[in-house]
């Protein structure tokens, strides 16, 4: 019976070390996929843009500024592979249909920005790239889009809770709950998030958002499932709008969502162009 009980010990922490060993493994090799070349840019598409230099917490970061007619900016929170360049053919479609400015950063260790990509890293800069925008640019922050795709929409959800608590509005593409549920889908439903240090909680800070949002998910999406897109709306505050794009994967819900996916984006700035006009009580 001893034996039998000491086996069973033995057995529960090999799996336990296990387990360590494959979340600090997730975590450091599964987590981030930056790529360094800039195979395009703005002018490419015949869009006049602004190369910008920043600084975050030890790290020098690049973005893109393209200027546009309307007064809204959105700042963009790319997701964990590739760099802006990877996003600048939704950026020129938005340009188009909304007549936003935006500005396109990489996280550090992505594209031209220097250092090694980690949860409180991406954060920090979040944090400097808004800064930049607000401080330097001037931007009033009520004229901010915060727009975050996959993995940004948890660097989104953080800065809309700190220091872009004042943004005019939020805008998440492909959200997924936690890194913990995402490491379970991965990993056949071991509860490896148990032992992660990564969190990524959309789910759980979501609710400490106070500004419009517009959460966004392709119904066929791969890579995140549709259902956690539709967990993170619902532990969403007022006032909210859900888009689901039918054949929508994680990555094409603004080519395949059409005129529906920019009617989404219309509704939220409205909104928040509504919310910042001083004429709005004596208009209802």
């Given amino acids: 019976m001893v034996k039998f009980l000491m086996n069973i010990f033995i057995g529960a922490v090999f799996v336990l070390v296990f387990l360590f060993l494959l979340a ?17 840019n703005p002018a490419s598409e015949g869009l006049p843009f602004e190369d910008v230099y920043f600084k975050s917490a030890g790290s020098d970061l690049h973005g893109w500024y393209i200027p546009a007619s309307g007064r809204q ?36 260790g992505y ?13 920090q800069d979040a944090q400097a790239a808004l800064e930049w925008l607000t401080e330097v640019r001037g931007v009033h922050p009520r004229e901010v889009i915060l727009y975050g795709h996959s993995l940004g929409t948890a660097v989104t959800v953080d800065l809309a809770v700190k220091r872009g608590k004042d943004s005019g509005g939020m805008v998440l593409e492909s959200p997924f709950t936690s890194a913990a549920d995402m490491a379970r889908k991965i990993y056949f439903g071991l509860p490896v998030g148990l032992i992660m240090s990564v969190k990524l909680d959309n789910i759980g800070r979501i609710r400490g958002v106070k500004m419009p949002i517009l959460v966004i998910h392709g119904v066929s999406d791969t890579v995140i499932p549709f ?25 094409d819900c603004y080519v395949v969502g059409g005129e529906a996916y920019w009617g989404a984006w219309r509704g939220l700035l409205e909104q928040v162009a509504t919310a910042q006009s001083p004429k709005t009580k004596d208009q209802r």
């Fill in 227 to 251: 259902a956690m897109g539709k967990q993170v709306f619902d532990a969403a505050p007022e006032p909210k709008t859900f888009l689901p794009v039918a054949g929508g994967d994680h990555s």
């Fill in 111 to 123: 594209g031209q920005s220097t250092g090694r990509p980690s949860e409180e890293g991406l954060y």
């Fill in 24 to 40: 600090r493994w997730q975590e450091r090799v599964g987590l981030f996929f930056p790529s360094r070349e800039l195979y395009t």
């Fill in 73 to 108: 900016v959105v700042l963009w929170m790319h997701g964990n592979a590739g760099n802006i360049a990877d996003r600048l053919d939704q950026a020129v479609k938005m340009k188009r249909a909304l007549g936003v400015s935006s500005f396109m950063f990489d996280y550090r």
